[in-house]
């Protein structure tokens, strides 16, 4: 894996700036065409993604981040700890056989696109499921 340390100065550093700095220089990697952040270590804070029940916050983000495909870790400040893997090897999963619809009570769900319209009528309820905090990212 290649390490890359940012030491910043003159400037109050927080994570959202540490990981600002740091999505930008993997994006300026020249061998990476796709740069997904999958691991990142909080040392002020003692956190770290992804969250691991009972795993050692010091080492399991980096133990998960490699065997994630990671291929750059950046270091910023010596307080936060990136790492990014290249996404541009995997496959597109093409456009998505759901489709988010509201009924007329404003409630939200998800629905298969074959499914989503019967010539004009909304979808029985066996064909949508209620919009939440999980199925949200379906579509």
């Known amino acids: 894996m290649k390490h890359v340390q ?3 100065s003159g400037m109050n550093l927080d994570f959202k ?7 930008s220089c993997a994006g300026r990697d020249v061998e990476m065409e796709e740069p997904v952040l999958v691991a990142w270590h909080d ?7 992804p ?10 983000w980096r133990d998960y981040g490699v065997s994630h495909s990671g291929c750059l870790e950046v270091d910023v400040g010596g307080d936060y700890d990136f790492i990014f ?8 999963y093409g456009p998505s056989p759901y489709v988010n619809i509201t009924d007329g009570k ?11 319209v019967h010539g004009g009528r909304s979808p ?3 064909s949508r499921v209620p919009l939440d905090e999980y199925t949200s990212k379906m579509t």
């Open 43 to 49: 040392k002020r804070q003692s956190r770290m993604s």
């Open 6 to 8: 940012l030491n910043v």
């Open 51 to 60: 969250v691991i029940e009972g795993a050692d916050i010091s080492s399991r």
């Open 85 to 92: 893997a290249d996404s541009a090897a995997f496959n597109d």
């Open 106 to 116: 404003g409630q939200e769900y998800i629905c298969q696109i074959i499914n989503a």
């Open 17 to 23: 700036t540490a990981s600002a700095l740091a999505a």
């Open 124 to 126: 029985d309820m066996n």
